[in-house]
Antibody, heavy 127, light 111 residues
Framework: EVQLVDSGGGSVQPGRSLRLSCVVS????????MHWVRQPPGRGLEWVSG????????GYADSVKGRFTISRDNTKNSLSLQMTNLSPEDTAVYFC????????????????????WGLGTLVAVSS | QSVLTQPPSVSAAPGQKVTISCSGS????????VSWYQHLPGSAPKVIIF???KRPSGIPDRFSGSKSGTSATLAIIGLQAGDEADYYC????????????FGGGTKVTVL
């Protein structure tokens, strides 16, 4: 059974940092790209960041580019999201998500989808 | 404001049909495949349609998806109480660097 257990959320003040983690099991981790998707309170889902199976390719939403860093450790079946200079707009439930493919979409005809999700971890940014 | 446009809510009685539209552009839906997700609050979202119209194993055939041009549609027939949830469309946007995009979500209410 595929399992994604995300953790690391909490309450932080604006401008501070937080690191989210996700440990997975039930599939060959280094065969697939991984993502973080967030849901602000009362709002819809928003793609945050993705990383290729090897960790060498990454992508970020414009809203977090330059502040968030995604990484993975294939020896530990783990995915991380380092978040710096947090603002109240980053308040959301953050989901660790498995891709259906190994790479990130870079061109037309992309078929990748998010085929497994964690339960999410809440990040609350306020003073 | 989401890149993909969905109606905020739809509703129907048990046994009836609902359809949810998802409108985008040539840089996203027009040139990529669409997936749909069901999300019950407090739980993990679940993929119910991928590659525009395919169902993962375990998803009943009451759920169907289609795509035409820059729009996609999710249909649910034989509506059941357990279908009451938020539904999101998603795809990829060629104008962004490896960027996923979602619709704003549609709340399905079973009357």
């Amino acid at each position: 059974e595929v399992q994604l257990v995300d953790s690391g959320g909490g309450s932080v003040q604006p401008g501070r940092s937080l690191r989210l983690s996700c440990v997975v099991s039930g599939f060959t981790f280094d065969d697939y790209a991984m993502h973080w998707v967030r849901q602000p309170p009362g709002r819809g889902l928003e793609w945050v960041s993705g990383v290729t199976w090897s960790g060498r390719g990454v992508g970020y939403a414009d809203s977090v580019k330059g502040r968030f860093t995604i990484s993975r450790d294939n020896t530990k079946n783990s995915l991380s999201l380092q978040m710096t200079n947090l603002s109240p707009e980053d308040t959301a439930v953050y989901f660790c998500v498995k891709d259906s493919y190994s790479g990130l979409c870079t061109g037309p005809g992309c078929r990748a989808h998010f085929d497994s999700w964690g339960l999410g971890t809440l990040v609350a940014v306020s003073s | 404001q989401s890149v993909l446009t969905q109606p905020p809510s739809v509703s129907a009685a048990p046994g009836q049909k609902v359809t949810i539209s998802c409108s985008g552009s040539t840089s996203n839906i027009g040139n990529n495949y669409v997936s749909w997700y069901q999300h019950l609050p407090g739980s993990a979202p679940k993929v119910i349609i991928f590659d525009n119209d395919k169902r993962p194993s375990g998803i009943p055939d009451r759920f169907s998806g289609s795509k035409s041009g820059t729009s996609a549609t999710l249909a649910i027939i034989g509506l059941q109480a357990g279908d009451e949830a938020d539904y999101y469309c998603a795809t990829w946007d060629g104008s962004l660097s490896a960027g996923g995009v979602f619709g704003g979500g549609t709340k399905v209410t079973v009357l």
